[in-house]
């Protein structure tokens, strides 16, 4: 069972990728994703994207190294706080975003089409009753092993 939902998930993801890069977001992984959705509307500093990530400030800033040289973010001074640096997201970030929001509900729509709509949403309301809601984190990359 943990492969088949790790399977489906994989298959959203990367199809969700796939038109990512048709509508012009081709270095977007997996890892910004995640990133950018830590980093919010708001922006946050990197101590922040650290802990809603679930890794270190280190490598959240590696991270956001990455997603700055693609054009998704951009380091801007903290207006309450001199001392600290907000990372924001561009409005190359913000269009990355709002696309995979739109991709993610077509895939949704195509799951309904093929399992039927009422099937679909009893495999959510499953998923729901088995998940308690505090474990619906970002830090993927801590239980994947990875950096982020």
Known sequence: MPLLLFAGFRSLIDALHARLAEEGHPGVRPAHGFAMQAIGVRGASASDIGRRLGVS??????????????????RADDPADARRKLIRLTPHGLDALARSAAVFDELRA???????????DDIEAALRTMTPPESFRLDAAGWLGGGA
Request: no cysteine; aromatic share 6%; hydrophobic share 45%.
């Open 110 to 120: 195509e799951w309904a089409r093929v399992l039927g709509p009422g099937r679909l």
């Open 57 to 74: 400030k280190q490598a959240a800033g590696k991270t956001v190294d990455r997603l700055v040289a693609l054009g998704y973010a951009e």
